[in-house]
């Protein structure tokens, strides 16, 4: 399902009264994926599906959203799974009909490209994912 991916933390990292973030670890607001500008916003709270899953974070519709509740080390985790569903639904990977050794493959090869070109667009977002501290 394209553009409604998620993010699903394992139920210990929940942290009770909600999480903080250190200072100076603070999300960029937008990245650039190969020429798209995408929208990286917060919510304080998980979101629970029908099915009762909590959600740390999710991509849709040229938006990145994590939760902050819960710790710094699972923000980054988060973030960084979103942007590789982002990169999936741009440059769109995953095609019907390939066989699973050459969908294994094309996804490597495909990733490593685009995980490199991202983590070069984007400066405030190396900061983030790599700054030293608690986590």
């Known amino acids: 399902m394209r553009g409604g991916r998620d ?44 099915s009762g899953q909590h959600l740390a974070g999710f991509f849709c519709a040229g938006e990145i959203t994590v939760c902050t509740m819960y710790p710094f080390q699972d923000q980054r985790i988060t973030l960084w799974h979103e942007i590789k569903h982002a990169i999936e639904y741009y440059l769109g990977v995953v095609q019907d009909g390939m066989d699973l050794e050459k969908l294994e493959e094309e996804i490597c090869k495909q990733y490593s490209i685009a995980e490199l070109t991202v983590l070069r667009d984007n400066p405030e977002l190396r900061q983030f994912l790599f700054s030293e501290g608690e986590g």
């Open 7 to 50: 993010a699903i933390l394992p139920e210990e990292t929940r942290i009770a009264g909600g999480g903080m973030m250190a200072r100076n670890r603070v999300l960029p607001k937008k990245i650039r994926l190969f020429g798209n500008w995408v929208k990286i916003s917060t919510r304080r709270r998980d979101i629970t599906t029908e």
